[in-house]
């Protein structure tokens, strides 16, 4: 086999997926037809223009518009079954995925039958596929920690599957801080903590972040890479980061490859996930992810195990679980 092909075959945990970010451009062509919507797409090659992202903030314009299809809770059902069966397609054997809850809430969607829909695409996936899958709750800084607590209320009335919460979003103008207290409640809750953070905005934002949300893991991180401090503390305070290579580069959060910190982050000890973030948006999967930082930026056969292995150990699963997932990556990895 060659050096590609065994990346490809290597067994991979996604820790930083957005389920939204995961619509297939057909089924967003779905989406806009059942809900009614007045777009001017039609076929996947109408939406290639539509996908052409200028800057981050443009990014978030259409994510929001992908967002805004989703009109009924049954909708979640097959997005998440698809999602699922394209991460089994790269050897992703368990996912740890994200949707914004307040987004359909005001709107008028009932949360609980999103959880119960998103359930129910996770629970076909894994009978079909043999993945397992976790949610992430984004309580989304643009609605402000009020807002945040009752997405927290409801988590609270319905958790089913809920592991963690997170802080997504616009960054910029929406510091970590005024998200103190959510994340202290959702602590006291059981949840795990996570914060997009240094995607949008600088390293200040990652400081005020560590200091005062103390998340077990960050996703992207990006800002951190350019302070050598910054990234000792976060090594030091045993925070991960969830590293999202290719979303990076097509958001314009690093100018190239070679501006990437993910390298920086493992040097300075750091523990790092790979992931694909909002995958058909960005035209990648988990396996180009690998396949990239390999061609991009020269790591090994070893390396690339190496993060699937940290993505284990880093992830949110219980620990007989972690043990026993690490133990099976190991065996598969010396049968490749």
């Known amino acids: 086999m060659s050096a590609e092909e065994v990346i490809k075959a290597l067994p991979k945990l996604e820790q930083h997926v957005h389920i939204v970010g995961s619509i297939r451009p057909e089924t967003f062509l779905w989406l806009i037809e059942d809900s009614g919507m007045d777009l001017p797409y039609e076929t996947v090659e109408d939406l290639e223009e539509f996908y ?12 929001s518009t992908v967002n805004d299809s989703i009109t009924r809770e049954r909708h979640y059902e097959r997005i998440t079954y698809e999602m699922m069966e394209s991460q089994a397609a790269c050897n992703v054997q368990h996912v740890e995925a994200l949707f914004s809850a307040w987004d ?3 709107r008028g969607l009932d949360y609980g039958l999103i959880v119960d829909s998103i359930n129910r695409g996770i629970r076909r996936a894994e009978r079909d596929f043999g993945v397992t ?11 402000g920690p009020g807002i945040g607590m009752k997405v927290l209320d409801l988590i609270e009335e319905k958790g089913d599957n809920v ?3 997170d802080t997504g979003g616009s960054e910029l103008g929406y510091p970590p801080k005024p ?12 949840l795990h903590t996570v914060a997009h953070q240094g995607e949008g905005a600088g390293k200040d934002y990652v400081w005020e972040c560590v200091e005062h949300l103390d998340p077990e893991r960050i996703g992207h991180g990006v800002a951190a890479g350019r302070d050598p401090e910054l990234m000792k503390l976060i090594a030091r305070k045993g925070i991960a980061i969830e590293s999202c290579p290719v979303s ?8 190239s490859w070679a501006e990437h910190p993910i390298r920086r982050f493992i040097e300075h000890g750091i523990r790092v996930s790979v992931n694909s973030d909002d995958p058909p948006m960005f035209g990648t999967d988990m396996n180009n992810e690998y396949l990239q930082l390999h061609r991009n930026l020269g790591f090994t056969v070893d390396e690339l195990f190496q993060i699937s292995l940290n993505s284990v150990e880093t992830s949110f699963l219980e620990p007989e679980a ?3 997932m690490s133990r099976r990556f190991t065996a598969e990895y010396e049968k490749i």
């Open 163 to 165: 592991v963690a919460i």
């Open 248 to 255: 990076n580069l097509r958001t314009g959060a690093v100018g």
């Open 179 to 190: 998200y103190r207290e959510c994340y202290r409640r959702a602590r006291e809750m059981g």
């Open 133 to 143: 899958c976790t949610i992430r709750v984004d309580l989304v800084r643009n609605y």
């Open 322 to 324: 972690k043990a026993s």
């Open 52 to 63: 052409d992202y200028s800057d981050f903030p443009h990014f978030l314009v259409v994510y």
């Open 104 to 106: 359909h809430v005001r």
